[in-house]
Nanobody, 121 residues
Framework: QVQLVESGGGLVQAGGSLRLSCAVS????????MGWFRQAPGKEREFVAA????????AYADSVKGRFTISRDSAKTTVYLQMDSLKPEDTAVYFC??????????????WGQGTQVTVSS
């Protein structure tokens, strides 16, 4: 079993920055692809960013490309989402995800509990 615990959400003004963290633990966590999804009120959950366990493949949603950066620490115990130039439309609950397979689709085996990000205009 794999556990994901997010932190770092909060309230920020438009144009500001936040960094989300996701601590990962459990069996086989070193070899998991990691990513982030988000869900805004009244909207479908959507892919934000992901990378494979080696860090050699990275993908971003078009809406965040150039503003958000996904990374992982060298021990692979924490994955980060650096969010810059935030916009009100980035307001959502952000979920950390993990799966043995890397991809951008919605089928991820493990999900965190979510952390709220609110961007004020």
């Amino acid at each position: 079993q794999v556990q994901l615990v997010e932190s770092g959400g909060g309230l920020v003004q438009a144009g500001g920055s936040l960094r989300l963290s996701c601590a990962v633990s459990g069996r086989g966590f070193l070899f998991l692809a990691m990513g982030w999804f988000r869900q805004a009120p009244g909207k479908e959950r959507e892919f934000v960013a992901a990378n494979n366990w080696r860090g050699t493949s990275v993908a971003y949603a078009d809406s965040v490309k150039g503003r958000f950066t996904i990374s992982r620490d060298s021990a692979k115990t924490t994955v980060y989402l650096q969010m810059d130039s935030l916009k009100p439309e980035d307001t959502a609950v952000y979920f950390c995800v993990a799966d043995p397979k890397y991809g951008t689709g919605p089928e991820w085996d493990y999900w965190g509990q979510g952390t709220q990000v609110t961007v004020s205009s």
